[in-house]
């Protein structure tokens, strides 16, 4: 093991020392630095590509799976996408400056609460190399620093990503240090780069369970959780089940490795024999694979029997955990313990169940009629996003460039001093 | 060591359990609860003097110095104040089901960011016991359920309050537990509490340095840091020094022992002589011990000799650290130095510096020509705050009763699914 710690303090430290500068950059230097990143990407495509190529050859000769090789993959479409990624955040208004408050009080003093940005944030992520690109992007319009760790198995990409952008945003006005990679492989850079409380100001790691739950039990630096989402949809005894069926149908198999799509289906039982017969073979169709509760196996002799195991998992893949359920308080309580507290749905026509659903069900994007599949910044016209939140401090859902700020009360006086 | 973990365990199962009923009460509910938790104060005063006189008493025969013994000390005064705290924070607006944005997408789907309870909130904090009292009662109105963990000196006077206001909050139409003490005084039982991911959703420590660092050190548990604040006020060239006299006396004198006391005055040298012969006889009068760098000791020859870990320091007590810089911007390094992120001020009439120093310091409040004094949830206008976050997660500076909030996105669908 090498040691992590030289490489990562010393990002750090120039992380810090180039926060303020960051911070004060205007929107039109924001904004040029994120057009020269993007041009920059097509212009020095080849040398990233490269590079992307050392790690996909690697990753194949360490026997990766194909579909992580995939997410690895970069290609002449996928760096144009970046570069487009980049000209859209420019384009999004300038979150910082913004007075979200403010006003005189009695004794004169006139209290501002100001946007500005959260300073240094550490990025942790896992294979898939347009992460590094979107999460400067967005840390760039937002006037913060970014520290980004993604995997090992894409550090050549990463690398010269980093290289490319740093480069560009550097050239266009941004400090030198807005964007570092820490190259070190080890899990100790990680964990280091955790429990820097004095240079790092918010920690978002975004990736599988496994790396959320690492953050959660080591990181000292404050952390936003994101991604994990077992998702439920609970069609209703009400429900218009033409509806329930497009609409889970496209929450599992949509796009089903993203943390919006739909994990377990519920079912009350007074539909559950006429709506599972239909929507059983739509979604065998499909490829999905299900797994059922006894009653389920009984109007779908096909599916495979659940485990408790079952309702607790984020499959990310074309398999559905089916529940018949008594009633919507038993549904309820089946998402209150299984639940990742990211999107739920039901499928009502009943004006009170839709609404006693909304308010009992805790997590951050609660549907009536709709898939989970929406839960994404773009669809909720935040413009980009950097992750999805499902813990409730700072930002709940997608985070845009306003939850990669912070706020600062600023207070213009006359001598008031107090009594 | 007695075993922590099941009582810890029991309570937080019992405050998450009561969670969705907490959230769920109206208005009404919540206000009505909190004035039978004050009518509760006063019946039951003579019962929580004689659980407050056994505290006092070991705390007395333990050798607990002087000024603690004074912070844990109850009296029909200080309880009757504690019961109009109450009544105060029922006369508050109600944060939760405020639609703080929304609106209908281009698919139609209608959007709704909607604040709501945390869930569960779990408080550790030091000897003063009204803490107990106002943390409930914010909890309350906020839709919370609270465990409490407060010092071991104050246990009897914590439980006796705890199950008046508890049993009174309950009567009233709260849940049964809605707010709970742990009682086992072994530091594991907090340290128990902050990592109990599973049952509690935020974390709030409230005391001393070395109790928010061991919240930060061990809680994986999102947690919001509060309350360290080693304050600088900075005389600028321009400033109007009678003006900064008054303010500079106002920061360090009138209650040095809490957060937004100034510890350290920055004096720019030119006017540092005529300053410093102005203000230093006028502290030392109020009983303020100077710790002066060699040009102040220049100034002020009376005055210690500061040293490093000085700069570092946050006294709460009746000294005061002084620096004279040649310039602004030494002034802005040293408290980006040693600044706790609270609250810092600059005394100027010039426009400019006064316009730079607020961009440049990152802090939660950042003053022009006003005492630092004044960061407070009461003198902000938030009503009453449960603490002062010094972190940039979340929330900053005065933490009221929108603090102890989150939200969720509500969202109203008509069958729409994604392509």
């Not at 006139?110 to 347009?130: A, Q």
């Not at 069609?235 to 599992?252: G, T």
């Not at 549904?331 to 009502?348: N, R, V």
Request: glycine letters at 8%.
């Amino acid at each position: 093991m090498t040691d992590a710690r030289p490489e990562v303090i010393r990002k750090a430290q120039a992380a810090r020392a180039a926060a303020a500068e960051m911070a004060a950059c205007s929107t039109a230097v924001k904004d040029r630095v994120l057009h020269a990143m993007a041009d920059a990407l097509i212009e020095r495509r080849q040398y990233i590509l490269d590079a992307n190529s050392a790690d996909v050859r690697a990753a194949r000769e360490a026997g990766l799976a194909q579909p992580l090789v995939d997410r690895l993959l970069l290609s002449e479409k996928r760096i144009a996408a970046m570069a487009e990624g980049l000209r859209e955040v420019a384009a999004l208004p300038d979150p910082v400056g913004e007075v979200i408050a403010g006003g005189r009080r009695p004794n004169g003093l006139l209290i501002l609460k100001v946007r500005v940005p959260l300073g240094v944030v550490g990025m942790i992520y896992e294979s898939r190399p347009n992460v590094t690109v979107d999460a400067a992007g967005l840390c760039v319009k937002a006037g913060n620093v970014v520290i980004l760790r993604g995997g090992s198995e894409a550090l050549q990409s990463n690398a010269a990503l980093v290289r490319v952008i740093g480069e560009a945003a550097h050239g266009a006005g941004a400090p030198a240090h807005a964007m570092q990679l820490i190259e070190t492989p080890d899990r100790a850079a990680a964990q280091e780069l955790m429990r820097l409380n004095q240079y790092v100001d918010v920690l978002i790691p975004r990736g599988g369970a496994g790396l959320i739950r690492a953050v959660v039990d080591h990181a000292t630096v404050p952390a936003i959780e994101t991604g994990v989402g077992n998702c439920h949809v609970y069609v209703d005894e009400s429900a218009d089940l033409e509806m329930a069926q497009a609409i889970v149908v496209n929450a599992k198999c949509q796009r089903p490795g993203v943390c919006n799509a739909a994990e377990t289906l519920l079912v009350h039982r007074a539909v559950a024999e006429d709506f599972l017969r239909r929507v059983g073979p739509r979604l065998v169709e499909h490829g999905v694979e299900l797994r059922g509760c006894p009653v389920t196996r009984g109007i779908l002799p096909d599916a495979a029997a659940a485990t408790e195991t079952d309702w607790a998992t984020e499959y990310l893949d074309l398999i559905l955990a089916v529940r018949v359920v008594e009633s919507l308080e038993q549904a309820l309580d089946h998402i209150a313990a299984h639940g990742t507290k990211h999107s739920e749905a039901i499928i009502t026509r009943d004006y009170a169940r839709a609404e006693r659903f909304c308010a009992a069900v805790d997590a951050a994007a609660v549907y009536v009629n709709a898939s989970t599949r929406f839960t994404d910044g773009g669809e909720f016209g935040l413009g980009a996003e950097i992750g999805i939140s499902t813990q409730k401090l700072h930002a709940r859902g997608p985070m845009g460039l306003r939850e990669l700020t912070t706020y600062k009360y600023v207070i213009h006086g006359a001598g008031q001093i107090r009594s």
